[in-house]
């Protein structure tokens, strides 16, 4: 059983129809694409018993989208509202059942198809449920995608697993999602982190959030500061695409904290505070999950920086957080990025843009007077807004490849 919305909805209701539509389950991939969020959820489930392959596509996307994208990730079957089939082509050799299939965000490069067995899905669930006390009373409510495995593993499948009744909300309203927190016992929200800290400036003066977890990205510091003060209880979880959540902090104090390490996954990164490679075994498989962080003495795993944002800069190493840290010490300064820039004289450079009512002389003084030479920014600019897109997160790389031309003579004052 799961809540929609108001609307408690029973997946069995669907079960014997699906038994008389869909023809042995368990031999294909399906692509699912519905409007109606319980209806979806309840044939994934149903699929899910089966062991069949299901690849859940987001409402939001064009018929002719998801087609195209449950052709990529080799489903032969598309299914949509009304239990519609649609063939999909696909090549006759490609195994296709007993799989969930997702598509990593594409963040830092083209997307690519993940598929893992239910199998070890049924594992992350178990290990995340038994490792993630703090949370084993409340119940979840679930304002993000249930296609992705944020809102479907962790929100939804480890909800079933303790035999809670996830609350699971398809109307990103703020006033809305604020009003089932109020009527839900012990909530906790999964949500993205641009939905928390809209939610934390939208709280009414004296009110909290009873609990929270955020994923996904790490908060920009004004926002982690706002959240954390009208939260009670704040957790963040970490994890990838290949292996799903493989570490959590039940007590998030600094949004680099990004968790320990759950009992499925083993990982491993940098010590003594100094960053490398973090990579996580899980299932058989060793990953690198492109990230740069380092494990504390207590096994908590502090974040750095993606691997491909640092910033060569004659052969020092420049990482993005320290340059944003000190300008958000700033005051003046609600937002920072910094990211990588082409230099002919030392390979690269750091850039920054900011928003807030802070000047641009400030900005760099402040830099000056608190970063090496070779971490200074080689240009500094101001925006109204930083283009950060709906979840939280910024695409250094877009950011990078905008700026990338030569700078004029005033960003050059600190080269």
């Known amino acids: 059983m799961f809540v929609l919305n108001d609307t408690p909805i029973d997946p069995a209701d669907l079960a014997a129809r699906l038994d008389s539509v869909l023809t042995d389950p368990a031999a294909h991939r399906y692509g699912l694409h519905m409007q109606n969020t319980g209806a979806a959820l309840s044939v994934l489930l149903y699929l899910r018993v089966q062991n ?3 690849f859940p596509i987001h409402a ?3 018929a002719e989208t998801a087609r195209e994208m449950a052709q990529a990730a080799g489903c032969d079957l598309l299914l949509s509202d009304g239990l519609k089939q649609t063939a999909v082509p696909h090549p006759g050799n490609t195994p296709r059942g007993g799989v969930l299939v997702q598509m990593s965000s594409g963040t830092t490069g083209a997307a690519k198809v993940i598929t893992r067995t239910w199998e070890e899905i049924a594992a992350e669930v178990e290990s995340y449920a038994a490792f993630f006390t703090a949370s084993a009373a409340m119940t979840p409510v679930i304002a993000c995608p249930v296609t992705h495995s944020y809102g479907l593993i962790a929100g939804v499948l480890v909800a079933l697993h303790r035999g809670h009744l996830p609350v699971i909300l398809d109307s990103l309203n703020p006033k809305y999602i604020l009003r089932r927190l109020r009527e839900t016992d012990q909530p906790l929200l999964y949500t993205s982190p641009a939905m928390l800290h809209t939610l934390a400036r939208l709280l009414p003066a004296g009110q909290r959030l009873y609990a929270a977890n955020t994923s996904g990205t790490v908060l920009p510091e004004a926002w982690f500061q706002l959240i954390r003060a009208r939260t009670t209880h704040f957790f963040q979880q970490y994890g990838c695409s290949e292996a799903g959540c493989v570490a959590i902090n039940q007590d ?9 390490p759950l009992p499925h996954a083993t990982l491993t990164a940098g010590q003594n505070g100094a960053p490398d490679a973090v990579h996580v075994t899980a299932a058989g498989r060793e990953i ?4 740069l962080g380092h494990l504390r003495a207590d096994g908590m795993l502090v974040f750095t920086a993606r691997a491909d944002d640092m910033i060569n800069v004659a052969g020092l190493n420049v990482y993005p957080q320290d340059v944003e840290k000190t300008v958000m010490a700033l005051p003046g300064v609600s937002d920072a990025v910094a990211f990588r820039l082409p230099d002919p004289h030392s390979g690269a450079r ?3 843009l900011y928003a807030g009512s802070a000047a641009e002389d400030d900005v760099r003084r402040a830099c000056r007077d608190t970063l090496a030479d070779y ?8 925006l109204p807004a930083l283009p950060r897109q709906a979840n939280g997160k910024i695409s250094r790389r877009e950011i990078a490849a905008q700026y990338a031309a030569p700078a004029a003579p005033k960003d050059l004052e600190n080269a």
């Open 60 to 62: 939001g996307i064009p």
């Open 350 to 352: 750091a850039g920054l």
């Open 288 to 291: 690198d999950t492109g990230d």
């Open 252 to 260: 998030l104090q600094n949004p680099y904290d990004v968790g320990h």
């Open 52 to 54: 069949a392959g299901v």
């Open 375 to 382: 971490q200074q920014p080689r240009l500094i600019k101001h």
